[in-house]
């Protein structure tokens, strides 16, 4: 059988592969994102929840995404149509990878406001704004920079031009390596950071708060919020981890010789894959990448929790907010706190831009394989579009504050469609492509030998109960929602 070829090159090693992936979903999600939104829904049986869906759900569907990648080695779109062909069903699934892709630019429009704000935070930070700040100074600068559009859309700006640039050099040159330096230093801060709180925030009753069960403060709107975490959390949904699964080398069946012409055709400098008697198991990258996902989005909640519950003015429910007015709070108070602010809100940025760029990645892709112009031109056309969208999340938070629909801003409700209902019936559509209608053959053919024996277990977990709850939060947390 002939293996699909792609023209965008390769990964070095799985082990780019993997900080690339994790790059991608450890991001604004964990840092900025989990802790609100644990915080809003009362914690704990939050978390719990949220585990589960990761468990139940994500993981089996994160592993169908980079599987169907492999396989066609293309843009999302691009490789469901391939994947689908080969299958002899109906072409009509690529809507799906589209779909994921439409989805991806309206999250990257609010995703760059934010990053933006963490820009300004560093700018902040390398000012020595934070020393010895209270709670309620934080509180305050925070609200002001919300009220500045202008300075807002600055920092958008600044962050999308980032990110196009980053995609525009060519995602195995530029990002390959920047994650592998980038991913490290995170995890190192979050250590001083983590060891910081223990020794001097309220790290007792931060744990309490957020890994003790009670189950009187989940609704099913709730569990829609976790579910649709848990997708966005891990990027999937929306084809980056197809687009990423594309560039997995294919060892040891690859003909270099193909893909090397290929990749120079576009002007990426192809890796050869290194010597691998079998397929990389995608089974236990996707668990990596997960676990460690997961590890950092409860890291950061108990950093960020342990302050709050020691200033007497921050609130748990603090909303979008929490990070931004709490983390200057612990940085400010602490010895070092100004390197260790520069640092922490330098990678936050970081963190978000290996984000971005995955974000990016799929429609830039697709569209480079569909149209002759340059991958420069069609990122900066893709950044513009995002940019533009995000300037109705920039004036959600001043301007257009008070025009809401359903109690929802314009960015309460792109966040609500996109993470709660698009990534979810994406997923849904996923599980039941890869679980039922493409070929087991060609899935074992992926699978590899290593995952054999659980791959019983995920294909029962993916055609059935991941479906089944799925669609069961899905519809339970609308209707708690809107009736
Ligand atoms: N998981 C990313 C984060 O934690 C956000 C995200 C959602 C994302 N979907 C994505 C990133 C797709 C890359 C690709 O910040």
Wanted: aromatic fraction near 14%; include cysteine; proline fraction near 4%.
């Amino acid at each position: 059988m002939k293996l699909q070829q792609g023209i965008h090159g390769n990964w070095a090693s799985r082990w780019t592969f993997i900080f690339a992936a994790t790059g991608a979903a450890v991001g604004l999600a964990n840092i900025w994102k989990f802790p609100y939104i644990a915080g809003e829904n009362g914690g704990g049986a939050f978390v719990l929840v949220y585990l589960f869906c990761v468990g139940l759900i994500g993981i089996p569907i994160m592993i169908a995404e980079a599987l169907i990648g492999r396989r066609g080695r293309m843009s999302p779109i691009n490789s469901m149509l391939y994947v689908a062909t080969e299958s002899n069903v109906s072409s009509g699934w690529s809507v799906v990878g589209g779909l994921g892709l439409l989805a991806g630019l309206c999250i990257l429009s609010f995703y760059s406001v934010i990053a933006g704000w963490a820009l300004h935070y560093w700018y902040l930070a390398f000012n020595d704004e934070f020393y010895q700040i209270t709670a309620k100074a934080s509180g305050f600068l925070f609200e002001e920079l919300l009220s500045r559009p202008a300075e807002l859309i600055a920092w958008h700006s600044a962050f999308i031009l980032l990110a196009v640039a980053i995609v525009a050099a060519g995602v195995v040159k530029g990002l390959g390596r920047a994650v592998m330096v980038i991913m490290p230093l995170f995890f190192v801060l979050l250590a001083v950071l983590l060891f910081y709180s223990v020794s001097n925030g309220a790290f007792a009753a931060s744990w309490q708060f957020l890994l003790s069960f009670d189950s009187s403060s989940l609704e099913w709107s709730s569990i829609l919020v976790a579910l649709g975490h848990a997708f966005f959390t891990l990027s999937i949904g929306m084809g980056a981890i197809m687009a990423y699964g594309a560039y997995i080398p294919h060892k040891p069946l690859v003909d270099s010789n193909v893909v090397s012409k290929a990749a120079s055709d576009v002007g990426e400098n192809h890796h050869q894959p290194r010597g691998h008697p079998k397929k990389l198991s995608i089974a236990r990258m996707v668990l990596t990448i997960a676990a460690l996902d997961t590890i950092v989005a409860i890291a950061v909640s108990l950093i960020i929790f342990s302050v709050v519950f020691s200033s007497p003015e921050l609130q748990a429910s603090g909303g979008p907010g929490l990070l931004f007015v709490s983390l200057p709070v612990a940085l400010g108070g602490m010895e070092g706190g100004y390197i260790m602010a520069l640092l922490f809100f330098g990678v936050i940025v970081l963190v978000a831009l290996s984000s971005a760029i995955a974000i990016l990645e799929p429609t830039v892709a697709w569209l480079v394989e569909k149209r002759p112009y340059s991958r420069g031109k069609i990122a900066l056309c893709v950044g513009f579009f995002a940019w533009f969208v995000g300037l109705g999340t920039v004036f959600s938070f001043n301007e257009w504050k008070q025009s809401t629909m359903l109690e929802m801003t314009f960015f309460d409700s792109l966040n609500f469609l996109t993470s709660n209902i698009v990534l979810p019936l994406a997923g849904l559509c996923i599980a039941i492509f890869v679980g039922w209608r493409m070929r087991p053959l060609h899935i074992i053919d992926e699978v590899g030998p290593i995952d054999q024996g659980p791959y019983k277990y995920w294909l029962r977990t993916l055609r059935v109960v991941s479906p089944v709850l799925l669609l069961i939060v899905f519809v339970m947390g609308l209707l708690d929602k809107f009736l």
